[in-house]
């Protein structure tokens, strides 16, 4: 079998690490009263770590700062070549949800590394917010998963070839 | 390979369905002012996961609404039989963290299931806690792992038979 | 001593009415996602009290859902219309923080009324937020002030005829 | 008329200064889950005048921190040692809502000072508290009010001579 096929459980003794790499979108957006504008922040996924108290060790690279339909293929192709360089096998990127899936279909056949996309649909400065929800949830999978890509969104893990984001239910679903 | 080593991602055309347990502990502790008094309460895992908008059927069962610390021997012994006679093979237990090592390894060697036990440092009604980020952890866990018993806390996942709480740092490690 | 002048602290045996007047502002936006836009929505105030549970009667009237910033005199001599025709004496009116103080020197010289302008600098929705303090601090103060008008805003009680919003330091103080 | 009824809205041009004494009570409990245990913290009024960005200033000192259930004769002559002796003449006073109409009545007749007493139903640590409310209603009304001593709970201003708690309707109310 394929050595990047050998991923799940890895209740190893050695330190779990993760990376996350963030891009903006709807989880980061903060409020900037003296602007009178609501616009992408610093990445909170940060906080939202620090406040789970978490027992791995993880590093956070900010790699854009943009609602993901402002997103151009060359932002896809520097979001692939980041995570391809990056040592670590283990990925959580933060992204808009509007283009998901595009960044995940754009991460297709990276070898040897399990990466998760994941975001909220509420920013997560919001008093009820998806977004520590989510980040737990590709927290969760990312370390659980076999080498691939995923979407984990709405609580579900989700192939993003087969994928798609229904609006009108503010919900990501499988393709038929 | 035996049938129920197949567990991991299941980006299945069913829909995705998940069972939820609860026994009580911090994670679903409320304050009673009238009583003074700071009490188990009813399930937190429900406001949880409406928050989250996930897109998976569920169904919460109350078991207990105990402090861990008074479990015995019998009310593990009735989570095991309950989850043993549960036709759906993906659970996720809420529990009182001081005593979770005790019940995942009462739940050893139950077969055809992935079950994973969480909870919470803090209250899941308190503005800053930890029991969102677990609760999707253990669910983004729970439909990636193979089939077992894990604890996941402090969003990392764990095999209880060699798992310890650490209560100076206020997290799970692995027992050396 | 003129009539209006008696309305400090009314520990009445009647019930205390208070009349809100909301027109939007900050402390109403809310974030939609569907539109990735972070607009004026629904009256928050009403959440605000009725988490509070307040002592008092109390009815809220919309009059407008704009950023105070596109107001204009049309808007600000319709809350001045509808405060006088209100038959509540105690009146507190939710706002944008931009041009308060605008609307607080419109509103000069109303006869037998306490009016409030409240609003925050942080959405109601958001976890961090002044919102809640500062409609308690206008509730607090409304029921205890003489008759006129004023501003409550950073815990403080304000004349608007001599006061001014500070930008840099994103905060309300007295012009000298 | 006597100098210290002159009270009510003191929009001075000289800085704004309140002193906080904290007793204890359910506003500044806080869960120890090391011990299991739900216990009266440290103030949690110095987090909220934090968040809400005061325009005054302040000096927070702890008396106690008790259960008002706990207070005994000997801590409420403290508490009126420590306000008779204390500079500032408008003071808050964050306190547990079970006794404290028994310390308002204790600090009847004190010259020359408004007291308001305040505190919460639910602990300020919880995601919905009425702590940041019922503080911004105490400073509102403080700086309003004439000399005297008041409770300040569910948006109202109450007598402590003439008020009770109504421990059903989780309310203070004017004794009949």
New interface residues.
Partial sequence: MPIESAQ??R?S?AM?RLKFFTTGG?ID?V?F??K?E?EVGSPQVLE??R??????EYDIESILRK?S?DMTDADRALVRERVTAEPCSLIVITHG??MMVQTGRALAGIPRKTIVLTGS???A??????A???????????????H?V?I????????PQ?TRKN?EK?????E?
Same sequence: chains 1, 2, 3, 4.
């Fill in positions: 799940s459980f209740a003794s779990l709807t957006k409020y009263d003296a009178s609501f939202v770590i406040e789970a108290n978490v027992a791995f609602d339909l949800t509007d649909m509420q920013p400065r919001f008093r009820v917010t998806d520590g929800f989510n980040i737990g949830a590709a927290i969760g999978a990312v370390q659980s998963l076999e691939g995923y984990v969104m709405n609580g579900r893990v989700f192939d087969r609006i503010n919900c990501f679903e499988e038929v």
